[in-house]
């Protein structure tokens, strides 16, 4: 029997699939976000998704959610927001702001889950957020759990990502459990930064995740749809063969979809100006564009980090994608999730902010699946690979806005002034902004 895990702040999935891939079944998945529910739904249908927030949620409701009755949960993963940071003379942990984290242990507790995993940004690790984190290794010390001690910041490059993306990682035991190792370094990052054993190979680069995928303006119908079918893709690199599951081992040990390899999805056009393309054409790969501040990706390098932007509640800011390294335009969602490490399987919410959003919120699936797999190590176990195939979701479930969602899963939610624009109209508001911070500004570069 597969061993079981739960995410907590799941978003649109990352951490799912990747501790899917290393072998666990994921059973439940919390996100407050209705629209990222809907995304996770449609690919993880088997998946007990949960819309609403940890505060208040105990581990007995996700027992009763995910069908596991009292079967021993093996790992709970997730990554909850830190803010309080500048909390001085008390506990960070008291502050309201990071209540979550305390809900994020507390819930561990309560499922009397073997092994947690902890993710967050790598600034908690730096001067005076230090404070922060000894608080969350001495929280998880009250409940029952010892925490891997040093803790280390991973590099996604580092690990068969073509970005650079770190991110802390912490692992807790639950008393007298073994605590798991850090994964060790896979690849050697393409642009040579990071110290790295000569006897690595060079992770993938810019080049080897795009150049397959067909340009998305030589289609008309991506103005108004995400998907279209062309009638040729080019020759994938090894990298590009893996997500697009034409290698034998693509699947790892997760479940096998049933999905249409022919589509080229999460993919609508940005209509940028004539005036940005021929900025963008001047740009040489790996500096950034003077004027929108946007990075251009290089062939033979590594794509920045990805960023998620901000929500209705804080503006609904389209965080700038990179350039193409080939192409005068923004990179598309699909190639975003490509320098994710996102298989093509895997699809997101059809418009453009949140789709991005969705990606640049979260863990890069082959950084989460080395994680994942020093879990298993820890816990003496096998993976194994499970039988059958699983289709995926309704794909009205990556059409829907936030009040669409929200609705969907009978909960209540506030829509931004950009979700209520529907159709095409949000679309060409999305495309107006977007060509604004080509023209206009770098405030978000």
């Known amino acids: 029997m597969r061993p079981i895990g739960i995410d907590l702040f799941a978003g649109a999935g990352g951490m799912s699939l990747g501790f899917e891939q290393a072998g666990f079944d994921i059973v439940a998945a919390v996100e407050i976000d209705p629209v990222h529910c809907a995304v996770h ?3 993880f249908p088997h998946c007990a998704v949960m819309p609403r927030s940890v505060v208040g949620l105990t581990g007995s409701e996700i027992r009763v959610a995910a069908g596991i009755g009292k079967r021993r949960v093996d790992v709970v993963f997730g990554g909850a927001p830190c803010q309080g940071f500048s909390m001085i003379g008390q506990r960070a942990l008291d502050d309201p702001r990071n209540a979550l ?8 507790a309560e499922l009397e889950a073997n092994y947690f995993v902890f993710e967050n ?3 908690l690790t730096i001067g005076r957020h230090r404070q922060f984190l000894d608080e969350i290794v001495a929280t998880a010390d009250e409940f029952g759990y010892d925490v891997l001690s040093p ?8 690990f068969g990502v073509p970005q650079h993306r770190e991110r802390l990682f912490l692992y807790g035991a639950r008393r007298p459990k073994a605590l798991p190792s850090y994964p060790q370094q896979t690849t050697k990052a393409a642009d040579g930064r990071g110290k790295a054993p000569a006897t690595l190979p060079v992770g993938p680069t810019a080049f080897d995740a795009l150049s397959d995928i067909p340009d998305a303006d030589l289609f008309d119908e991506l103005t108004h749809t995400d998907e279209v079918r062309p009638e040729a893709w080019g020759e994938p690199s090894i990298y590009a063969g893996e997500l697009r599951c034409l290698t034998n081992d693509a699947w790892h040990y997760g479940y096998v979809r049933e999905w249409d390899p022919s589509l080229l999805t999460s993919s609508t ?5 004539h005036i940005s393309r021929r900025r963008f054409s001047a740009t040489i790969g790996g500096e950034t564009e003077p004027v929108s ?3 251009k990706l290089a062939p033979n390098g590594l794509s920045n980090t990805l960023r998620a932007g901000t929500d209705g509640a804080r503006g609904a800011f389209t965080s700038p994608r990179p350039i193409h390294h080939q192409h005068p335009r923004c990179v598309t969602v699909r190639e975003m999730a490509r320098l994710h490490g996102y298989p093509d399987w895997f699809r997101f919410n059809e418009t453009k902010w949140h789709g991005a959003r969705q990606i640049g919120n979260s863990v890069p699936p082959p950084l989460a699946r080395k994680v994942a797999s020093q879990v298993l190590k820890a816990m003496g176990a096998l993976p194994e690979r499970p039988f059958g195939t699983i289709a995926l979701g309704n794909s009205s479930l990556l059409r829907m806005n936030l009040s669409q969602a929200a609705e969907h899963f009978g909960v209540v939610a506030i829509p931004s002034k950009r979700d209520r624009k529907s159709g095409a109209t949000k679309r060409k508001q999305t495309d107006i902004e977007e060509s604004n911070l080509d023209d206009k500004q770098s405030a978000y570069a």
């Open 151 to 158: 803790w280390r910041v991973l590099d996604a490059a580092h």
């Open 121 to 123: 940004v790598k600034g």
């Open 101 to 108: 984290v305390r809900d994020f242990l507390r819930i561990v």
């Open 293 to 295: 501040r946007f990075y």
């Open 269 to 273: 056009r940005t209509e940028h100006t």
């Open 41 to 43: 739904k449609f690919n």
